[in-house]
T-cell receptor
Framework: GAGVSQSPSNKVTEKGKDVELRCDPI?????LYWYRQSLGQGLEFLIY????????KSGLPSDRFSAERTGGSVSTLTIQRTQQEDSAVYLC???????????????FGPGTRLTVT | GNSVTQMEGPVTLSEEAFLTINCTYT??????LFWYVQYPGEGLQLLLKATKADDKGSNKGFEATYRKETTSFHLEKGSVQVSDSAVYFC?????????????FGQGTTLQVKP
């Protein structure tokens, strides 16, 4: 009965470097979400996956951000040429939602704390 | 657009005091409403939810009623404990035709003193 896991738990990187953040959702959950939690902006939605496709990428802040999901399971969020304003906690959530309903519970991982120096 | 507004914290209460954390929302259609809680050092977890007007969500002594007429979903607890100290987030999710993504309020820090 593992929950959502994320790795690494902490990442310190230099400005301009690329980083990859990983999310392992709960087994069998077809919906996967990435959010960002920062002091200035609170909790913001980034991207939504249903299976391997991403029908909603509207929250990605710039084209430096991208994400993919393979095998309907693991997802990777990639940030290219990191900037200091990318420093935040990146949260992943999964749910069993398969249809147009909003009441399915989203289960959150512990997050990856990204610090860009 | 859709948005959620929460009362600013921090909220500091003595044990056994009554808690209210205000939450109002702006949304088109009929969203579902949620309260999530983040305990120190832990991840976000669902506290309670309501999916239609006049529904009351409840869990662990906490309650919130979905009020469409006032677009509110205030969180209440009759007697708080030290273990309730956490950050509380109000959120809305849109259903049909939408992705179910959550829109969060800014969060309210609750500190309960013995």
């Amino acid at each position: 009965g593992a929950g959502v896991s994320q790795s690494p738990s902490n990442k310190v990187t230099e400005k301009g470097k690329d980083v990859e953040l990983r999310c392992d959702p709960i087994s069998g959950h077809t919906a996967l979400y990435w959010y960002r939690q920062s002091l200035g902006q609170g909790l913001e939605f980034l991207i939504y996956f249903q299976g391997n496709s991403a029908p909603d990428k509207s929250g990605l802040p710039s084209d430096r951000f991208s994400a993919e999901r393979t095998g309907g399971s693991v997802s990777t969020l990639t940030i290219q040429r990191t900037q200091q304003e990318d420093s935040a906690v990146y949260l992943c959530a999964s749910s069993s939602r398969t249809s147009g309903r909003a009441d399915y519970e989203q289960y959150f991982g512990p997050g990856t704390r990204l610090t860009v120096t | 657009g859709n948005s959620v507004t929460q009362m600013e914290g921090p909220v500091t209460l003595s044990e056994e005091a009554f808690l209210t954390i205000n939450c109002t929302y702006t949304a088109t259609g009929y969203p579902s409403l949620f309260w999530y809680v983040q305990y120190p050092g832990e991840g976000l977890q669902l506290l309670l939810k309501a999916t239609k007007a006049d529904d009351k969500g409840s869990n662990k002594g906490f309650e919130a009623t979905y009020r469409k007429e006032t677009t509110s979903f205030h969180l209440e607890k009759g007697s708080v404990q030290v273990s309730d100290s956490a950050v509380y987030f109000c959120a809305l999710g849109r259903g049909s035709g939408n992705t179910g993504k959550l829109i969060f309020g800014q969060g309210t820090t609750l500190q309960v003193k013995p």
